[in-house]
């Protein structure tokens, strides 16, 4: 079985550019985040669904951030305009289901560099 | 406010020797779960171990166990003949069921010597 998939793994873009980050979680999984790490911490909730319901948004920067995940399955995120900070890994998990016991599965990532 | 904390920003072990990476707690929830994960330098958060809170034994996964100690509110993990594959950045996370996110520790960068 597929693990969650997410593209692309590295973005470079210049800063106020806009860019997007896709996706698509383990089939079944109703519950999907969108978590950044920065260097050398633990991850960080952005948004948390459950379908295609956004939840879980409050940690999410509203003003430059928006996320969507249409029909509950695939999920953008999407940055604009991007700025210096926003460099990062940003990681997509998903679970069954949204319960303290239930362990979530991670993708690769996509590594987001701002210059 | 739930919290955790790892208070081992790194570690050296000699290959094959066992190792523990330390992990406490703090929530009120009177229900939560214990998780540990494994970041490689490729990246991907991979899942490891879970522990429930009103498991009576401790959790075992492999080479993986759960050292919990829930009056302590620690949740250690142990890792049995350790592995060159093993060295990688692991991560202490909770979630409880008054608020589904998931918390996580800063991680232990652990880095197993041949």
């Known amino acids: 079985e597929a693990g969650v998939v997410q593209s692309p793994r590295y973005k470079i873009i210049e800063k106020k550019q806009p860019v997007a980050f896709w996706c698509n979680p383990i089939s079944g999984h109703n519950t999907l985040y969108w978590y950044r790490q920065n260097l050398g911490q633990g991850p960080e909730l952005l948004i948390r669904y459950e379908n295609e319901e956004a939840v879980d948004d409050s940690q999410l920067p509203k003003d430059r951030f928006s996320a969507e995940r249409l029909k509950g399955v695939d999920s953008t995120l999407k940055i604009q305009p991007a700025e210096l900070g926003d460099s990062a890994v940003y990681l997509c998990?998903?679970?069954?289901?949204?319960?303290?016991?239930?362990?979530?599965?991670f993708g690769q990532g996509t590594r987001l560099t701002v210059v | 406010a739930q919290k955790i904390t790892q208070t081992q920003p790194g570690m050296f072990v000699q290959e094959k020797e066992a190792v523990t990476l330390d992990c406490t707690y703090d929530t009120s929830d009177p229900s939560y779960g214990l998780f540990w994960y494994k970041q490689p330098s490729s990246g991907e958060m991979i899942f490891l171990i879970y522990?429930?809170?009103?498991d009576q034994q401790n959790a075992t996964e492999g080479r993986y166990s759960l050292n919990f100690q829930k009056a302590r509110k620690s949740a250690n993990l142990v890792i049995s003949a350790s592995q060159l594959g093993d060295s990688a950045m692991y991560f202490c996370?909770?979630?409880?069921?008054?608020?589904?996110?998931?918390?996580w520790g800063a991680g232990t960068k652990l880095i197993i010597k041949p």
């Open positions: 522990q429930g809170s009103y």
């Open positions: 998990a998903s679970s069954l289901d949204p319960g303290a016991r239930t362990e979530a599965f």
């Open positions: 996370a909770m979630r409880g069921d008054s608020n589904y996110q998931l918390i």
